[in-house]
């Protein structure tokens, strides 16, 4: 079978998300520092990272609490999201209703820092810092406006546990449904030769009738569906905490050199 062809860089003049972390603070024009905040609070979901010489590190720590241990156990995130919204107080309507029984904690005003529909996201990122407990993501969902605009598109996701020695790894790549009945789930995780805890580009090249999946301009995957409805981006840190005796290797964290977004041409 003959090499994935490249896939074409987009022109800079479509350029209209660009996260370069050049700044001393992180830019609240691009990010809410929160993860699902209306199914727990946003003080509890607050992500914890560093930024400085042109990197961002997310990161979580050992003493981080849980964000949400009513509906996910004792799983900790860090999470930088581009929009959120939800309805009153113990109602159902929120993004992401990652399981059945969910209610709003913490309503939300509708904010929507970056909300595209269609078009190449990218991020350069090093996967140096997570363990066999923890994992690394982009990925992208709905604004849920009607409950069916609810797909997921992965941008890429890597477990601690799938990085061998060599840094070599698996990249969780694809698009999940939810509750969107045109989308199927359609989703691998892709053996990647390269160091994964070196930079790396990993892409979406999302157009309206197909999502082409990159990874340092090489395509790793087409999957021939495609959301309809603006999405949000979703950058995270996860960490498992396991059971006693037992231990994760605290701070969880990776590095981010830049996140950008381009209209489509």
């Not at 020695?165 to 969107?180: K, M």
Request: hydrophobic share 40%; net charge negative; charged share 25%.
């Amino acid at each position: 079978m003959p090499p994935a062809p490249p896939v074409p860089p987009p022109a800079p003049d479509l350029l209209e998300f660009d996260a370069d972390f050049s700044g001393p603070e992180l830019d609240f024009d691009q990010w809410l520092p929160y993860y699902l905040p209306q199914w727990s609070s946003r003080e509890r979901t607050r992500a914890r990272y560093d930024v400085g010489d042109g990197v961002l590190r997310l990161r979580v720590d050992a003493d981080q609490p849980a964000w949400a241990p009513e509906f996910d156990g004792t799983t900790q995130v860090s999470n930088l999201q581009t929009a959120v919204r939800s309805g009153p107080v113990g109602s159902d309507v929120g993004q992401h209703p990652f399981r059945d029984g969910l209610v709003v904690r913490e309503a939300q005003a509708d904010r929507r820092r970056y909300t595209p529909h269609f078009g190449r996201i990218e991020a350069t990122v090093a996967i140096d810092g997570i363990d066999e407990h923890a994992m690394a993501a982009l990925w992208m969902i709905g604004l849920e406006e009607e409950p069916t605009q609810s797909a997921e598109i992965c941008v890429f996701e890597v477990f601690g546990r799938d990085i061998r020695p060599d840094g070599s790894a698996l990249v969780g790549i694809g698009v999940h449904p939810f509750r969107d009945p045109s989308i199927s789930d359609e989703f691998e995780r892709v053996p990647f030769a390269g160091d994964v805890r070196e930079p790396h580009r990993y892409a979406v090249d999302w157009r309206p009738d197909e999502v082409v999946f990159s990874i340092d301009g090489v395509v790793a995957k087409r999957v021939a569906q495609s959301p309809q409805y603006p999405m949000q981006l979703m950058l995270d840190v996860f960490a498992f905490p396991p059971a006693p005796p037992a231990a994760a290797a605290y701070p969880e964290s990776f590095a981010v050199y830049a996140v950008r977004g381009y209209r489509l041409g």
